[in-house]
């Protein structure tokens, strides 16, 4: 059997759920570690109760805990040999935390009294909605950060104003949950306050059908984005609220007067690229396909999502493939090369376009193998107590790949069916029926499991009292 995991790690911690991390076990008992099993129990309790099983992934969201409960939570490996020892958190509180630090701000624009910054959200929310941003400016040579926006900044871009032209400022940023605010972002690279000049070096004249070139130096700190019309104007709209719709109208206006406006027939929304999806899992693996499951992007960009992009790439391998685009939270991604190691990714998509990619851990394809296993937990003691008369139904968890055969006996006797007595197995279980149960069906019931890798017998005892 594996190894202890690595050391697990509680982040994103909220009043309901939080995220935990931890690294592969350092030995794999010589098969390759097959899933995790993860468990929890509150720090006033003794009792450890099952969490999540079969995570494929070195990391878990655990949700529907409760606000203001102590919990420590542990974590085994499993491969075909069985489960190995567990590695045990700290205790975590669940309280609403503060969300991390945004994105170093990048700078859009500059002119001599203003600045207008970007950032991208914080990867870690604190467990709760962000509410807004607070922006802060400070002077290179200063040693005091000021506050920059009165009130809360909802939009991930902020237009600071009222600067002195000529002096270099820096600016932070900072997220706002239900918990308060968090860290503040690292500081923006240093810009001095001064207009943005642009001149154009030469006029050319070219004869018709010629080709021409022209070569136009540009001044400005951070560098300017560049647009180019041709007589059309072109106006670009800013402090837009992300996900609104909006119509435009133009007018014209003459030394006569102003004429009548030009309206937009639609409206228009104000968008951007989704961030990338979540938690892009490999959940199945067989012989030549492997499942994938994800969650959707903390932020839609004010726009619908219409899809995910789900590509691959082969070990090796310098392009992506390819695999489909779905509307859902799953795809099995089949036609694989057997004993090849996969790289998946994810990219979300809504009217503004792409999201940026979420990538899978390696996997290698092959057809999973363990060995036969019955579940008993969900069988106290092993033990089936019923009244006569009664109605059984016993359904226990089959484990094992290949799927293992079940076969049922009773007293070391193979059980017979029949319409009152019988078994059924499906892809996920095997269940015994007891209709209008007698006292002479008690007694130790057996089921034994088989396939290529060997075979498994489990005996469960059904009592019948005739009260």
Not at 176 to 187: H, I, L, R, V, W
Not at 216 to 241: A, H, Q
Not at 279 to 303: C, F, M, Q, R
Not at 317 to 326: G, I, K
């Amino acid at each position: 059997i594996p190894g202890p995991p690595g050391p697990i790690e509680a982040s994103s911690v909220s009043a309901e759920k939080v995220t935990l991390t931890w690294l592969p076990p350092d030995e794999d008992g010589g098969s390759p570690i097959k899933s995790y099993t993860l468990e929890k129990r509150e720090t006033s309790r003794l009792l450890w109760t099952m969490l999540a099983e079969n995570v494929m992934d070195c990391r878990f969201v655990a949700s529907k805990l409760i606000q203001g409960n102590e919990y420590i939570f542990r974590v085994s490996a499993v491969n075909q040999y069985g489960i190995g020892d567990a590695t045990q958190s700290g205790p975590v509180k669940m309280v609403d935390s503060p969300p991390g630090p945004p994105s170093k701000p990048e700078i859009d624009n500059v002119s001599k009294s203003t600045v207008t910054i970007s950032w991208k959200r914080p990867i870690n929310d604190g467990g709760s909605d962000i509410l807004g941003y607070s922006v802060e400016r400070k002077e290179r040579r200063g040693l005091r950060w000021v506050r920059a926006s009165k009130k809360s900044i909802s939009d991930l871009r902020y237009k600071v104003q009222g600067l002195s032209e000529g002096v270099e400022y820096e600016f932070r940023v900072t997220a706002e949950n239900k918990a308060g605010f968090g860290e503040p972002s690292d500081p923006s690279q240093h810009v001095m306050t001064k207009d943005i000049a642009c001149k154009q070096r030469r006029t050319l004249v070219v004869r018709a059908g010629g080709s021409i070139r022209i070569f136009v130096p540009i001044k400005g700190r951070p560098t300017p984005e560049v647009t180019w019309k041709k007589e059309d104007i072109l106006l670009k709209v800013p402090n837009l609220t992300e996900g609104s719709e909006y119509y435009f109208r133009v007018t014209a206006e003459n030394e006569y007067g102003i004429g009548e406006p030009a309206e937009t027939s639609e409206p228009i929304r104000a968008s951007q690229a989704p961030t990338a999806p979540e938690n892009l899992n490999v959940t199945e693996i067989g012989k030549d396909y492997a499942t994938l499951t994800w969650t959707k992007p903390k932020h839609d960009g004010g726009s619908r999502i219409t899809g995910y992009v789900l590509e691959a790439q082969k070990k090796g391998a310098e392009q992506w493939s390819h695999l489909t685009t779905v509307k859902a939270l799953d795809y099995t991604a089949s036609h694989l090369s057997e004993n090849e190691e996969y790289v998946f990714r994810i990219m979300a998509v809504n009217g503004c376009g792409r999201s940026d990619p979420r990538e899978s851990r390696p996997v290698f394809i092959k057809e999973q193998t363990t060995v036969p296993a019955f579940d008993l937990r969900g069988v106290y003691q092993k033990l089936v107590i019923a009244k006569a008369g009664d109605n059984i139904k016993v359904e226990i968890p089959v484990l094992g790949r290949p799927r293992p055969t079940v076969s049922w006996k009773k007293e070391d006797k193979d059980l017979k069916q029949t319409q009152r007595i019988n078994t059924e197995n499906t892809t996920t279980s095997t269940i015994l029926n007891i209709s209008e149960c007698k006292m002479k069906d008690g007694g130790q019931y057996s089921m034994t499991g088989k396939n290529i890798l060997g075979t498994v017998t489990e005996t469960i005892t059904v009592q019948i009292h005739d009260i």
